[in-house]
């Protein structure tokens, strides 16, 4: 009986080993397969026919590096043909828009841009679509909101109420404002208030460069009031009321994109994360499709005796 359980033991070793060799050329073909998917994909638009573009502009908007990067691929990309820029965003920061602004506006001088404003495309979410040739909304979409706020909270009333003091050493009389241990100085606060106005002047001057309109006329609507695409409409701050399929329709009647032609979703990630992601996504379903169910996935995790 020693003897029998010592094979039963070693034969369990073995297939484990099997089990553990197998995964791994699987995770390498994986790899590969991940590899040969990824070239493919960025070798098609030099063979086909070319595809529409889609950069995703989704909750809030910072100045993303990577995402700057991918746009300016995208504008030195002979294959793109097109540009979609789908918003539902409430916003973000200035500088984030401004980084988005800029790159768009790059794209634009190679090939044309459209934007499809889908629920929210507020502040820094509708300057993302100003660079568009061509700009849609929904009828209920949320936009507007041109304008730029700063916030900080003051607390030193419940501060002084603990019986705490704060002590602030600084180079000069700007540099802790604003500060939540003080009420700002008067000083202070129009110093700021020069700087919400700048910003507020260069956010006006786009309006008006990518609408077209007198710089008057976007001042008059640019108090942070948002409008729904409807509305948005008749002021023109859209040119269309519909979404990506009529965004599809202009392309092809006016700029000679076809409308057949696939769309390919822009990825910031590099191209060794993609692989990676590519590879681990064939692993995963490769181990679902042969393993779930068979004594060979159980083996592979059933610990040593």
Partial sequence: MGLESDLLIDRRRLKRRLALWRAAAVLLLAFGAGWLAWNRAADAPLIGRGHVARLAVEGFISDDRKVTEALDRVAEDSGARALIVAIDSPGGSVAGGEALYAALTRIRAEKPVVAVMRGTAASAGYMTALPAERIFAREATVTGSIGVILQTPEVSDLLAGLGVRM??????????????????????????????????????????AGRRMEAGAVRAIADGRVFTGRQALELGLVDAIGGEREARAWLAAERGVPAELPVRDIDPRSTTEQILGASLKTLAKTLISEWVGVDGFRLLWQPAR
């Fill in 167 to 208: 002590q602030t050493i600084a180079s000069g009389p700007f540099k802790d404002q604003p500060s939540p241990f003080r009420p700002l100085s008067a000083e202070g606060k129009a110093w700021l208030d020069r700087v919400i106005a700048d910003m507020h002047d260069q956010f006006v001057a786009r309006v008006a």
